[in-house]
């Protein structure tokens, strides 16, 4: 089988069985890359961690971009990429899909009152997750309050804020 | 029902990609980081989908497999514009780190090792925290507040934080309890007829 079909094939499965995104994907992108595929030794991975967090874009997809690069030049990270977001654009068109069809069935707006709640939580939980590794001295925890406060209340814009925040980073650290 | 109604003409899709791609060229720290981003951009500023039609996005992003901030941009692009608007939403957010990492792979490797980008990953780690708290108490302050909602999203906190379970069951069981519940309620009525 070509390099390139078994990227295709390795990166489709990753995007295809990996649900809550993010950090919940390392275990599967670690199994095909390092151990079925041996594309990459752990120390590499590790340093395609540290890029892949440094630099915007999902965790999944960074991978995808590096390592594509890595086995098959600018084709293979255009491969390994489309590789890792068919399965989403396949899964959210059925489920568009089909909730148009349905879209007078009070069971569609049901499922959504359910699920409005949950997601509430969800992105409370994330940030717990997140404020865990990166709150790590009282310097951030300023930042972090200083921030929550200009965006949330003096509608300050979340992308600015985020340039503003590497340049305290610079001054402070 | 107004909610799935596709709205959006052709002209909107060079928006919808150019909005996506700042979205995709500003999300540090996991796809939660742009959900602020998103919120201001398109339910604030260009008002192109309601708070609620963003938050069944994020639900939907959630229980589904893949990236939640390549699944949320794919839905929001059906919504506005359909299939061309899931097309454009989905380029427009994955191009950004897809150039920058293609950059990284292919010239600068030790890229990890420059201290001033490390100093000011110092500082952008926070701020991805304070976005992601201002996301969810604007969700909150907008949506129609009863204590069963809010005891609902307390649980689910607690769930993942503590017991670390699987937001997709999650997301399931609060759709199967809703449907039950309203299923329910919706019989009773019928009954005193």
Known sequence: ????????????KIGAFSFGGGYAMLPLIEKEVI?????ITSAEYIDILAIA?????????????????????????????????LPSFIVMSIIFISMYRFKNSPYVDWVFKGIRPVVIGLIAAAAVSVGRTSLVDIKGIIIAIALFYSVTFKKLNPILAIIIAGIIGVILY | MELFYIRGGEGMLLDLFKTFFKIGAFTFGGGYAMLPIIQRELVERKKMISDMEFMNAIALAQASPGPVAVNTSIYVGYRICGLKGALSCLIGAILPSFLIILFIAMYFFQFRSNPIVEKIFMGIRPAVVALI?????????????????LFASIVTMLM??????????????????????????????????
């Open chain 1, 1 to 12: 089988m070509s390099a390139l079909l078994q990227l295709f094939i390795s990166f489709f």
């Open chain 1, 35 to 39: 151990i079925t595929h041996k594309w």
């Open chain 1, 53 to 85: 967090e440094m630099t915007p874009g999902p965790i999944a997809i960074n991978s995808a971009t590096f390592l594509g690069y890595r086995v098959y030049g600018v084709l293979g990270s255009v491969v390994a990429t489309l590789g890792v977001v």
């Open chain 2, 133 to 149: 708290l201002s996301a969810v108490y604007t969700m909150w302050k907008k949506s129609r507040k009863t204590y069963i909602k």
């Open chain 2, 160 to 193: 993942i934080v503590f017991l670390n379970v699987s937001p997709v069951i999650i997301v399931i069981a609060g759709a199967l309890i809703s449907v039950i519940y309203h299923r329910v309620l919706y019989e009773d009525m019928e009954n005193e007829h």
